[in-house]
Protein backbone atom coordinates (compact mmCIF):
# COMPACT_ATOMS: atom_id res chain seq x y z
CA UNK A 1 0.00 0.00 0.00
CA UNK A 2 1.34 3.32 -0.84
CA UNK A 3 2.19 6.02 1.90
CA UNK A 4 2.79 9.22 1.81
CA UNK A 5 5.30 11.27 4.23
CA UNK A 6 6.00 14.67 4.68
CA UNK A 7 8.54 16.06 6.87
CA UNK A 8 8.24 18.31 8.99
CA UNK A 9 4.68 18.59 10.32
CA UNK A 10 4.72 22.29 10.95
CA UNK A 11 7.50 24.59 10.55
CA UNK A 12 7.92 28.38 11.63
CA UNK A 13 10.42 30.67 9.61
CA UNK A 14 11.26 34.66 9.49
CA UNK A 15 10.59 36.35 6.03
CA UNK A 16 12.72 36.06 3.27
CA UNK A 17 14.10 32.47 4.55
CA UNK A 18 14.79 29.91 2.14
CA UNK A 19 12.65 26.87 2.63
CA UNK A 20 12.60 23.44 2.27
CA UNK A 21 9.52 20.81 2.47
CA UNK A 22 9.92 17.09 1.85
CA UNK A 23 7.71 14.41 0.97
CA UNK A 24 8.45 10.71 0.62
CA UNK A 25 6.61 8.25 -0.94
CA UNK A 26 6.86 4.15 -0.19
CA UNK A 27 5.84 2.92 -3.93
CA UNK A 28 7.87 4.42 -7.28
CA UNK A 29 5.28 2.99 -9.37
CA UNK A 30 3.94 6.14 -10.35
CA UNK A 31 2.32 8.86 -12.76
CA UNK A 32 2.83 11.99 -11.64
CA UNK A 33 3.64 13.69 -8.46
CA UNK A 34 1.51 17.01 -6.97
CA UNK A 35 2.60 19.82 -4.42
CA UNK A 36 -0.71 21.30 -3.72
CA UNK A 37 -1.66 24.54 -1.31
CA UNK A 38 -4.57 24.72 1.32
CA UNK A 39 -5.36 28.18 3.07
CA UNK A 40 -7.63 27.67 6.47
CA UNK A 41 -11.04 26.72 5.54
CA UNK A 42 -10.43 26.45 1.94
CA UNK A 43 -9.82 23.99 -0.83
CA UNK A 44 -6.68 22.59 -2.60
CA UNK A 45 -5.26 24.49 -4.96
CA UNK A 46 -2.02 22.72 -7.28
CA UNK A 47 1.24 24.51 -7.55
CA UNK A 48 3.26 22.32 -9.24
CA UNK A 49 2.98 19.05 -10.77
CA UNK A 50 6.08 16.78 -11.89
CA UNK A 51 5.46 13.98 -14.43
CA UNK A 52 7.18 10.41 -13.70
CA UNK A 53 9.78 11.18 -16.19
CA UNK A 54 10.56 14.56 -15.62
CA UNK A 55 13.07 15.71 -12.41
CA UNK A 56 11.70 19.34 -11.85
CA UNK A 57 9.22 22.14 -12.23
CA UNK A 58 9.21 25.39 -11.96
CA UNK A 59 7.01 28.46 -11.07
CA UNK A 60 8.19 31.46 -9.54
CA UNK A 61 9.74 31.34 -6.48
CA UNK A 62 8.22 27.58 -6.05
CA UNK A 63 10.48 24.95 -7.13
CA UNK A 64 9.64 21.17 -7.05
CA UNK A 65 12.00 17.94 -7.59
CA UNK A 66 11.47 14.46 -8.21
CA UNK A 67 13.39 11.54 -7.69
CA UNK A 68 11.13 8.67 -8.20
CA UNK A 69 13.88 5.98 -7.85
CA UNK A 70 14.39 7.03 -4.22
CA UNK A 71 10.68 7.73 -3.20
CA UNK A 72 11.39 11.51 -2.64
CA UNK A 73 10.35 15.25 -3.40
CA UNK A 74 11.22 18.23 -2.37
CA UNK A 75 9.41 21.67 -2.53
CA UNK A 76 11.90 24.80 -2.12
CA UNK A 77 10.41 28.47 -1.58
CA UNK A 78 12.93 30.89 -2.66
CA UNK A 79 12.09 34.24 -0.56
CA UNK A 80 9.40 33.15 1.49
CA UNK A 81 6.48 35.77 2.03
CA UNK A 82 3.86 35.75 5.14
CA UNK A 83 1.33 35.42 2.34
CA UNK A 84 2.85 31.93 1.67
CA UNK A 85 1.44 30.98 5.27
CA UNK A 86 -0.67 27.99 4.43
CA UNK A 87 -0.66 23.95 4.67
CA UNK A 88 1.47 22.39 1.78
CA UNK A 89 0.43 18.69 0.46
CA UNK A 90 1.74 16.56 -1.48
CA UNK A 91 0.15 13.68 -3.27
CA UNK A 92 0.85 10.58 -5.92
CA UNK A 93 -0.67 9.62 -8.46
CA UNK A 94 -0.41 5.49 -8.37
CA UNK A 95 -0.56 3.53 -11.57
CA UNK A 96 -4.62 2.07 -9.88
CA UNK A 97 -5.07 6.03 -10.92
CA UNK A 98 -5.99 6.72 -7.69
CA UNK A 99 -4.35 9.92 -5.78
CA UNK A 100 -2.44 9.23 -2.27
CA UNK A 101 -1.83 12.27 -0.21
CA UNK A 102 0.65 13.05 2.69
CA UNK A 103 -0.47 14.79 6.33
CA UNK A 104 0.87 17.76 4.96
CA UNK A 105 3.30 20.19 6.41
CA UNK A 106 1.85 23.56 8.10
CA UNK A 107 4.03 26.50 6.87
CA UNK A 108 4.19 29.79 9.15
CA UNK A 109 6.25 32.55 8.08
CA UNK A 110 6.23 35.35 10.25
CA UNK A 111 7.09 38.95 9.10
CA UNK B 1 -15.35 30.25 -14.93
CA UNK B 2 -16.67 28.77 -11.96
CA UNK B 3 -14.31 26.11 -11.68
CA UNK B 4 -15.29 23.05 -9.39
CA UNK B 5 -18.70 23.76 -7.56
CA UNK B 6 -19.97 22.34 -3.93
CA UNK B 7 -22.79 22.36 -2.17
CA UNK B 8 -24.07 22.77 0.53
CA UNK B 9 -20.95 24.44 2.12
CA UNK B 10 -22.06 23.44 5.39
CA UNK B 11 -24.55 20.58 6.73
CA UNK B 12 -25.57 18.83 10.12
CA UNK B 13 -27.07 15.81 10.07
CA UNK B 14 -28.56 13.09 12.53
CA UNK B 15 -27.53 9.78 12.67
CA UNK B 16 -29.59 7.37 10.36
CA UNK B 17 -30.44 10.15 7.92
CA UNK B 18 -29.27 10.49 4.04
CA UNK B 19 -28.18 13.21 2.29
CA UNK B 20 -26.44 13.80 -1.04
CA UNK B 21 -23.35 16.37 -1.47
CA UNK B 22 -23.61 18.05 -4.81
CA UNK B 23 -20.41 18.51 -6.96
CA UNK B 24 -20.33 20.16 -10.74
CA UNK B 25 -17.38 21.30 -12.93
CA UNK B 26 -17.87 23.31 -16.06
CA UNK B 27 -14.54 22.70 -17.48
CA UNK B 28 -15.35 19.31 -19.23
CA UNK B 29 -13.56 17.47 -16.88
CA UNK B 30 -13.21 13.75 -17.39
CA UNK B 31 -11.79 12.90 -14.15
CA UNK B 32 -13.68 13.63 -10.99
CA UNK B 33 -13.59 12.25 -7.48
CA UNK B 34 -14.22 12.40 -3.61
CA UNK B 35 -11.63 13.16 -0.86
CA UNK B 36 -12.69 13.00 2.53
CA UNK B 37 -10.25 15.33 5.18
CA UNK B 38 -10.03 14.49 8.94
CA UNK B 39 -7.22 16.02 11.42
CA UNK B 40 -4.00 14.42 11.52
CA UNK B 41 -5.09 12.21 8.66
CA UNK B 42 -4.89 13.88 5.17
CA UNK B 43 -7.11 13.37 2.45
CA UNK B 44 -8.65 9.77 1.56
CA UNK B 45 -9.90 9.46 -1.82
CA UNK B 46 -13.79 7.51 -1.51
CA UNK B 47 -14.64 7.70 -5.13
CA UNK B 48 -13.55 8.55 -8.36
CA UNK B 49 -14.91 8.59 -12.03
CA UNK B 50 -12.65 8.39 -14.89
CA UNK B 51 -15.93 9.22 -17.49
CA UNK B 52 -19.81 9.56 -17.76
CA UNK B 53 -21.16 5.93 -16.68
CA UNK B 54 -17.55 4.94 -15.11
CA UNK B 55 -16.84 4.75 -11.04
CA UNK B 56 -15.03 2.94 -8.89
CA UNK B 57 -14.31 2.69 -5.42
CA UNK B 58 -11.17 4.58 -3.55
CA UNK B 59 -9.73 3.76 0.09
CA UNK B 60 -12.84 4.74 1.99
CA UNK B 61 -15.80 3.91 0.25
CA UNK B 62 -18.36 2.39 2.74
CA UNK B 63 -21.08 3.81 3.68
CA UNK B 64 -20.99 6.20 0.55
CA UNK B 65 -22.56 5.80 -3.06
CA UNK B 66 -22.00 7.95 -6.70
CA UNK B 67 -23.19 7.83 -10.03
CA UNK B 68 -21.63 10.02 -13.14
CA UNK B 69 -24.67 10.18 -15.33
CA UNK B 70 -23.23 13.32 -17.16
CA UNK B 71 -19.37 14.50 -17.40
CA UNK B 72 -19.99 17.71 -15.44
CA UNK B 73 -21.72 15.80 -12.30
CA UNK B 74 -20.89 13.52 -9.70
CA UNK B 75 -22.86 13.62 -6.68
CA UNK B 76 -22.40 11.60 -3.49
CA UNK B 77 -24.38 9.57 -1.19
CA UNK B 78 -24.40 9.30 2.65
CA UNK B 79 -26.97 6.51 2.96
CA UNK B 80 -27.04 6.26 6.47
CA UNK B 81 -25.26 8.97 8.57
CA UNK B 82 -22.69 8.11 10.96
CA UNK B 83 -20.71 9.96 13.72
CA UNK B 84 -17.37 8.60 11.67
CA UNK B 85 -18.68 10.25 8.74
CA UNK B 86 -18.13 13.90 10.30
CA UNK B 87 -15.39 15.37 8.15
CA UNK B 88 -14.92 18.13 5.51
CA UNK B 89 -15.70 16.70 1.86
CA UNK B 90 -13.44 17.93 -0.94
CA UNK B 91 -14.64 17.06 -4.81
CA UNK B 92 -12.16 17.30 -7.52
CA UNK B 93 -11.77 17.29 -11.13
CA UNK B 94 -9.16 16.71 -13.90
CA UNK B 95 -9.24 17.35 -18.14
CA UNK B 96 -7.58 13.93 -18.59
CA UNK B 97 -8.84 10.40 -17.77
CA UNK B 98 -5.52 10.08 -15.41
CA UNK B 99 -2.53 7.84 -15.63
CA UNK B 100 0.07 8.93 -17.98
CA UNK B 101 -1.96 12.39 -19.49
CA UNK B 102 -3.15 12.88 -15.74
CA UNK B 103 -2.97 16.94 -15.75
CA UNK B 104 -3.71 19.16 -12.46
CA UNK B 105 -6.60 18.14 -10.15
CA UNK B 106 -8.87 21.35 -9.51
CA UNK B 107 -10.56 21.02 -5.79
CA UNK B 108 -13.74 22.48 -4.82
CA UNK B 109 -14.46 24.49 -1.55
CA UNK B 110 -15.55 22.02 0.31
CA UNK B 111 -18.69 21.30 2.42
CA UNK B 112 -18.21 20.77 6.40
CA UNK B 113 -20.59 17.86 7.48
CA UNK B 114 -21.33 17.13 11.18
CA UNK B 115 -23.25 13.64 12.16
CA UNK B 116 -24.50 14.01 15.27
Known amino acids: KQEVTQIPAALSVPEGENLVLNCSFT??????LQWFRQDPGKGLTSLLL?????REQTSGRLNASLDKSSGRSTLYIAASQPGDSATYLC??????????FGAGTILRVKS | NAGVTQTPKFQVLKTGQSMTLQCAQD?????MSWYRQDPGMGLRLIHY???????DQGEVPNGYNVSRSTTEDFPLRLLSAAPSQTSVYFC???????????????FGEGSRLTVL
Open chain 1, 91 to 100: AVLEYGNKLV
Open chain 2, 92 to 106: ASSYSPAGELAGELF
Open chain 2, 49 to 55: SVGAGIT
Open chain 2, 27 to 31: MNHEY
Open chain 1, 27 to 32: DSAIYN
Open chain 1, 50 to 54: IQSSQ
